[in-house]
Nanobody, 124 residues
């Protein structure tokens, strides 16, 4: 079992920044690729970004490229999502997840463990 707890969400004006953190506990964190997903009101949950177990490989959905940065610190069992130049359309509940793989994955079905989510609201 892996337990994931997100933090760092909040309310920010358009153009602002937030840094999300996801603290993992349980099994060896470095065994898992990690991902961030988000779910906006009335919409399905969607992939945002993923990172391999080592941190050397990442993959971003097009809408966040150049604005969001994922990173991880395996010594701290934590994955981060730095979000800059935020837009109102980034408003969503953000979830971190641990994949059934050490290589990054983009499909939700490839993720075994999920956090409870943290709300990000971007005002215009």
């Amino acid at each position: 079992q892996v337990q994931l707890v997100e933090s760092g969400g909040g309310l920010v004006q358009a153009g602002g920044s937030l840094r999300l953190s996801c603290q993992a506990s349980g099994r060896t964190f470095s065994n898992y690729a990690m991902g961030w997903f988000r779910q906006a009101p009335g919409k399905e949950r969607e992939f945002v970004v993923a990172i391999s177990w080592s941190g050397r490989s990442t993959y971003y959905t097009d809408s966040v490229k150049g604005r969001f940065t994922i990173s991880r610190d395996n010594a701290k069992n934590t994955v981060y999502l730095q979000m800059n130049s935020l837009k109102p359309e980034d408003t969503a509940v953000y979830y971190c997840a641990a994949a059934n793989s050490r290589d990054y994955r983009t499909f939700q079905d490839d993720y075994r463990y999920w956090g409870q989510g943290t709300q990000v609201t971007v005002s215009s």
